[in-house]
């Protein structure tokens, strides 16, 4: 098992429009009890890493508007 935190910086990693769809998911059950610094911790110097410059704006705006729809 993995905490939604772990779940949502491998999926974003990952960056497929499947992960995607999966973070919006977890982002909209999830949303107040996520921790974002966590997140950022362990998923920012993977995307530096990767040279992924999409996926930080993507997922800041998932995480602030809770999910897709902007449920909170």
């Known amino acids: 098992m993995c905490s939604a935190e772990d779940l949502i910086v491998f999926k974003a990693f990952a960056g497929r429009e499947r992960d995607w769809l999966d973070i919006?998911?977890?982002?909209?059950?999830?949303?107040?009890?996520?921790?974002?610094?966590?997140i950022w911790r362990e998923l920012t110097p993977l995307l530096e890493l990767k040279g992924d410059a999409e996926a930080e704006p993507r997922l800041r705006r998932l995480l602030t508007q809770g999910g897709p729809t902007g449920h909170q």
């Not at 919006?24 to 966590?38: G, H, K």
């Open 24 to 38: 919006e998911s977890i982002v909209l059950r999830q949303v107040e009890v996520l921790d974002p610094d966590t």
